[in-house]
């Protein structure tokens, strides 16, 4: 055979490369992230099981001490998980907005940080990462499509803990109209819209913390260690945040407005305190989404 007539060896094995600019070949990278790779770990379920068990526990708690009898009347009179567990007796979807104050402070933030925390060292650690480097995806497509499907897992988590709460909170309290914070009373199904928004607000509330923990993950290939230096963060951080004497330094730390979530049962919602919080997320994510970025682009990826 003559050498015009040769076959020649294509480039790449991989789609074209026009396909790497393709938006659905970004699109598949996320489906394949989302759905194969973080929805059907058995730790994810593992995490979202527990999470659902909290309201359960909660809610029979309450039940128990109580007798199933109804609590005092009114509004609650805070923003805390104890104000709004006068109010579970009295109408079941109180215990939504419990079971959200209860777990917010470690316990939810603690299960993204495993996720966040295990996203690309938790990859390295198994000898996957060079694997899907290997496809067209390109660096900062994989760590985007990383970095949302732990923003998923947040949004995810939060709604599975949302409708345990709102299932047992049904199952053993009466509903009806919500006495918000301020005092007055909207309709119950007012309230589950409520309800709804305030689990969006607590999901977006954990962005920050999703982008540090990502950051985390591009700083070592062990996915152990990303996962309890993200977790050993958090409570540092929660500490700090406690500390009166450190009170000039709390409105920039990561979870100083979370609880905020509860000026969404206000009438009419405050939104100042809230919006304090999307600003400061939307720092964190900024500040650690492209010290990520800096880090995996430049990182020798040996596993």
Same mark, same amino acid.
């Given at each position: 055979m003559s050498q015009a007539e040769a076959p020649t060896a294509p480039e790449s094995t991989g789609p074209h490369p026009r396909n790497r600019r393709n938006p659905l070949w970004t699109l598949g990278i996320l489906r394949s992230e989302i759905l194969t790779t973080m929805l059907r770990r058995h730790r994810t379920y593992a995490l979202l099981a527990v999470l659902a068990a909290v309201p359960v526990l909660i809610g029979i708690a309450v039940r128990i001490e109580t007798g199933g009898g109804g609590g005092s009347g009114g509004g609650p009179?805070?923003?805390?998980?104890?104000?709004?567990?006068?109010?579970?007796?009295?109408?079941?979807?109180?215990?939504?907005?419990?079971?959200?104050?209860?777990?917010?402070? &470690?316990?939810?933030?603690?299960?993204v940080g495993v996720v966040a925390g295990d996203a690309i060292a938790g990859e390295a650690s198994a000898g996957t990462l060079r694997y899907l480097l290997v496809a067209p995806a390109g660096r900062t497509r994989l760590l985007l499509a990383k970095y949302v499907s732990v923003l998923t897992?947040?949004?995810?988590?939060?709604?599975?803990?949302?409708?345990?709460?709102?299932? &047992?909170?049904?199952?053993?309290?009466?509903?009806?109209?919500?006495?918000?914070?301020?005092?007055?009373?909207?309709?119950?199904?007012?309230?589950? &819209?409520?309800?709804?928004?305030?689990?969006?607000?607590?999901?977006?509330?954990?962005?920050?913390?999703?982008?540090?923990?990502?950051?985390?993950?591009?700083?070592?290939?062990?996915?152990?260690?990303?996962?309890?230096?993200?977790?050993?963060?958090?409570?540092?951080?929660?500490?700090?945040?406690?500390?009166?004497?450190?009170?000039?330094?709390?409105?920039?730390?990561?979870?100083?407005?979370?609880?905020?979530?509860?000026?969404?049962?206000?009438?009419?919602?405050?939104?100042?305190?809230?919006?304090?919080?999307?600003?400061?997320?939307?720092?964190?994510?900024?500040?650690?989404?492209s010290a990520a970025w800096a880090r995996f682009t430049a990182k020798d990826i040996t596993a």
């Open positions: 009179d805070g923003a805390g998980g104890p104000a709004f567990l006068t109010q579970v007796t009295n109408n079941g979807l109180f215990l939504v907005f419990a079971a959200l104050a209860a777990t917010l402070p &470690v316990f939810l933030p603690m299960a897992f947040c949004l995810v988590a939060t709604f599975v803990l949302a409708a345990s709460a709102l299932a &047992v909170g049904a199952l053993l309290f009466p509903v009806g109209e919500v006495t918000t914070i301020s005092g007055t009373r909207i309709s119950f199904g007012e309230g589950l &819209v409520r309800a709804g928004l305030t689990a969006a607000v607590v999901a977006a509330s954990l962005a920050g913390f999703a982008a540090l923990g990502l950051f985390v993950s591009t700083l070592t290939n062990s996915g152990i260690a990303a996962m309890a230096a993200t977790v050993g963060l958090l409570i540092t951080v929660q500490i700090l945040d406690s500390i009166p004497q450190l009170s000039a330094v709390h409105p920039y730390l990561f979870p100083h407005y979370w609880m905020s979530f509860a000026d969404v049962l206000r009438e009419p919602v405050h939104w100042e305190e809230l919006s304090r919080n999307f600003q400061l997320q939307g720092l964190y994510v900024a500040v650690f989404g």
